[in-house]
């Protein structure tokens, strides 16, 4: 069965700075990966995902993700972080056969400070 | 605005009652499913439907039952609520049930059990 693990249960950074949020998967065939971001009182959105192709992804307010086959991994960054980004974002994966049943990560909740 | 509606927002609910949260959707899209988010552990899901008349387990189905009638509606019922059951509960719909389609959320139902 597929897992998500995303390091890091709380991140905090400066308002400008780089975001990095972690996220490494286990998946004995290839995944699809997404990241959902959840504001407070809220149900989460997508991000972005990649399916297939390009391995860099581009998502909706400057996020991108790289997936990396050889560190199962598909961390989420943004150059500039914004006070507006704080939130809750999830990682999650899912494979062919499973219907489209996410298995998401246990969240990353970023806090942004002036 | 087209998106899915979940009711009620938020519920305190005596041990040993019945209850439905209901889910409708405008979408049109096949595909149906109920989340629990609970603090540390991420969204897990309870039961999800691939298309109207049709219904399956996901990984937390006990204590939960499903159906789907009709294309826009996929209430949850629990028989009788236990404490453990306190959680927020997102509804979710994707256009076909499929590994690499997009999930859309509502905006959750917070259940307190007592």
């Known amino acids: 069965a597929q897992s998500v693990t995303q390091l890091g249960s709380h991140v905090s950074v400066s308002e400008g700075a780089l975001v990095l949020l972690r996220c490494n998967y286990s998946?004995?065939?290839?995944?699809?990966l997404f990241w959902y971001v959840q504001y407070p009182n809220q149900g989460l959105q997508l991000l972005l995902k990649?399916?297939?192709?390009?391995?860099l992804v581009k998502g909706i307010n400057g996020f991108e993700a790289e997936f990396k086959k050889s560190e199962t991994s598909f961390h989420l960054t943004k150059p500039s972080a914004h006070m507006s980004d704080a939130a809750e974002y999830f990682c999650?994966?899912?494979?062919?056969?499973?219907?489209?049943?996410?298995?998401f990560g246990t969240g990353t909740r970023l806090q942004v400070t002036l | 605005i087209a998106g899915i509606t979940q009711a009620p927002t938020s519920q305190i609910l005596a041990a040993g009652r019945r209850m439905t949260l209901r889910c409708t959707q405008d979408?049109?899209?096949?595909?149906m499913y109920w989340y629990r988010q609970d603090l540390g552990l991420g969204l897990r899901l309870i039961h999800y439907?691939?298309?109207?008349?049709?219904?399956g387990k996901g990984e937390v189905p006990d204590g939960y039952s499903v159906s789907r009638a009709n294309t826009d509606d996929f209430p949850l019922t629990l028989a009788s609520a236990v404490p453990s059951q306190t959680s927020v509960y997102f509804c979710?719909?994707?256009?076909?049930?499929?590994?690499?389609?997009?999930?859309?959320f509502g905006q959750g139902t917070r259940l307190t059990v007592v």
């Open positions: 979710a719909s994707s256009k076909e049930p499929g590994a690499n389609t997009e999930a859309f």
């Open positions: 998946s004995s065939v290839p995944p699809y």
């Open positions: 990649y399916t297939t192709g390009a391995t």
């Open positions: 999650a994966v899912s494979v062919t056969g499973t219907a489209s049943k996410l298995t």
């Open positions: 979408m049109r899209h096949n595909a």
């Open positions: 439907s691939n298309t109207a008349g049709t219904t």
